[in-house]
């Protein structure tokens, strides 16, 4: 997979395959187009050069629809992205019932469902400027998850939170992890990482610098750009 803006080169041939029920965490520093490979998986970016294949289908060939294949991808965004004017409710259960047709009464009683796991129960009623960022980007994950999705895709979920706010946010998402579904994370969360990843992707000027376990990768790292970088962030 390549991806190039105006001449630059952001993505310099990544070439992986993530299995079933994996939890990959993508680390680098900033520019290092962790972002950009993520857009790229559901073709919110448009890849230069490459394929992307999800469930045995080519999703870059142009003949196939990118609309159903996105219906099995679960996407939670650094800024939320919740509809502002919507209640916290609708804002879970739109999609669902106006897209993917579902039965309305059983798309109500999932997201209840889920709103209680997210520690949101009190909030169906309330409008995303009545909430904390943590309590958003909840909604939000929420929301990714009323798709029944085959995986989701974390884009730095808690970049705009403070600490607190943040560990929120990192508790659903750990016991997310511990229910088996996919989930590809780009974070600067180390610690987090170190806990839920089963293999770590380190991403440095579009380049995959190191590909392993978290033991391999943060823990005990062999290369030295990696060892500058922990040091940093640590």
């Known amino acids: 997979l390549k991806k190039e ?3 630059l080169k952001v993505l310099n041939g990544i070439d992986y395959k993530i299995k079933q029920g994996e939890k990959i965490v993508v680390i680098g520093p900033s520019g290092s187009g962790k972002s950009t490979f993520l857009r790229c998986l559901n073709l919110l970016e448009e890849p230069t050069e490459g394929e992307v294949w999800f469930d045995g289908v ?4 142009p003949q196939n629809d990118i609309n159903k294949m996105r219906q099995k991808m679960g996407m939670v965004f650094q800024n939320f992205n919740l509809f502002p004017h919507f209640s916290v409710i609708k804002n879970i259960t739109d999609a669902p019932i106006r897209v993917q047709k579902r039965n309305k009464e059983e ?3 999932e997201a209840r469902e889920l709103l209680k ?3 949101l129960e009190d909030k169906e009623d309330a409008y995303p400027c009545q909430l904390s960022g943590g309590q958003c980007q909840r909604v939000a ?3 990714a998850l009323m798709r029944n999705p085959e995986i989701i895709l974390f884009d730095e979920p808690t970049s705009a939170l403070d600490p607190e706010l943040t560990g929120e946010v990192l508790s659903v998402m750990s016991d997310l992890a511990k229910e088996g579904i996919t989930m590809l994370i780009v974070t600067h969360e180390i610690g987090f990482a170190a806990q839920v990843a089963d293999k ?3 991403m440095d000027k579009g380049y995959v610098i190191d590909y392993g376990t978290p033991e391999d990768v943060i823990i005990n790292p062999k290369n030295e ?3 500058t970088f922990l040091e940093k962030v640590k």
């Open 5 to 7: 803006f105006n001449g």
């Open 58 to 61: 080519n999703i870059t060939d």
């Open 107 to 109: 798309v109500y009683k």
């Open 117 to 119: 796991k997210m520690g």
């Open 141 to 143: 994950i929420a929301r």
């Open 200 to 202: 770590i992707m380190f």
């Open 225 to 227: 750009r990696i060892k």
